[in-house]
T-cell receptor, first 111, second 112 residues
Framework: EDQVTQSPEALRLQEGESSSLNCSYT??????LFWYRQDPGKGPEFLFTLYSAGEEKEKERLKATLTKKESFLHITAPKPEDSATYLCAVQVLLQSNQFYFGTGTSLTVIP | NAGVTQTPKFQVLKTGQSMTLQCAQDMNHNSMYWYRQDPGMGLRLIYY???????DKGEVPNGYNVSRLNKREFSLRLESAAPSQTSVYFC???????????FGPGTRLTVT
């Protein structure tokens, strides 16, 4: 069964304290892995797409990496405005209509 | 560009009432989607439209119907609302099914 698991569920960081969020997946074949940011009361905002193991993408303080079993979202020197829920989703090969979303990691960055 | 817009933002229904959630996108995307988001669960796909003129069921279609009115608009209808349909509903669109999806701001629906 295709499955996406995110950890931890919640993370509190001091401003400037770097850390990583994890997204592990079990799918029959991966077409793509997507990271989103969701602020309270708003829709998910697209961040990155990763397609193959070893691929990396960066945007400001965020860096996403992909292996054959998991993806990491590294947050370097976070700021309070990085506080949000981060969602990952996988798209299964040969089932391109279906995105499987994880339940997210709620990140709080304390000034 | 407004991106993906949804109406209404909030709605309260009584059990058995019907309503339609509206979604429109101005990005000239071919594919559109409806999701629901519940606490402790990931976003779950209700219905999707790969292209204008086509619709297909997602993971949780029971109790819902959709209409792809044209390339821009995709509506979700609840014919007889039930408390289990209390949720936040998101519409999304993408260039086609192979690409990332862009989400609207959501509709918070409560069924009493």
């Amino acid at each position: 069964e295709d499955q996406v698991t995110q950890s931890p569920e919640a993370l509190r960081l001091q401003e400037g304290e770097s850390s990583s969020l994890n997204c592990s997946y079990t799918v029959s074949g991966l077409r793509g892995l997507f990271w989103y940011r969701q602020d309270p009361g708003k829709g998910p905002e697209f961040l990155f797409t990763l397609y193959s193991a070893g691929e990396e993408k960066e945007k400001e303080r965020l860096k996403a990496t992909l292996t054959k079993k998991e993806s990491f979202l590294h947050i370097t020197a976070p700021k309070p405005e990085d506080s949000a829920t981060y969602l990952c989703a996988v798209q299964v090969l040969l089932q391109s209509n279906q995105f499987y979303f994880g339940t997210g990691t709620s990140l709080t960055v304390i000034p | 560009n407004a991106g993906v817009t949804q109406t209404p933002k909030f709605q309260v229904l009584k059990t058995g009432q019907s309503m339609t959630l509206q979604c429109a996108q101005d990005m000239n995307h071919n594919s559109m989607y409806w999701y629901r988001q519940d606490p402790g669960m990931g976003l779950r796909l209700i219905y999707y439209s790969a292209s204008e003129g086509t619709t297909d069921k997602g993971e949780v279609p029971n109790g819902y119907n959709v209409s792809r009115l044209n390339k821009r608009e995709f509506s979700l209808r609840l014919e007889s609302a039930a408390p289990s349909q209390t949720s936040v509903y998101f519409c999304a669109s993408s260039r086609n099914q192979k690409y990332e999806q862009y989400f609207g701001p959501g509709t918070r629906l409560t069924v009493t």
